[in-house]
């Protein structure tokens, strides 16, 4: 299972205003630095011309799901049938769940 997401992606499939997302992890880079770090990778290429100047990122399926929950429940359901259909994973490791749910 994919376990990264590229943001034009799900800018696209989510119908997000990809500007919108970037912001949004921008923000999350700035209040969580160490969590971003391992999160989010921005994409630096050359072809990124054709992106209109935009900052293009990979992020982890849990935090695209997280941006397009924001934008409501269908917004979310669109992104997640989306991924599922594609391979990624959209749900959380039961070991690391099973971690954080320990006293």
Known sequence: MKKTINTLTVAEKAKINHQD?????????????????????????????????????????????MLASSYGTETYQTLKMYMERQGYKTQPDPKSAATEQKD
């Open 21 to 65: 997302i970037e912001e949004q992890l921008l923000r999350y880079q700035r209040n969580c630095p160490e969590d971003a770090a391992r999160n989010i990778t921005e994409v630096t290429n050359p072809s990124q011309e054709k992106h209109d100047g935009l900052r293009v990122f990979v992020i982890q399926t849990w935090i695209a799901l």
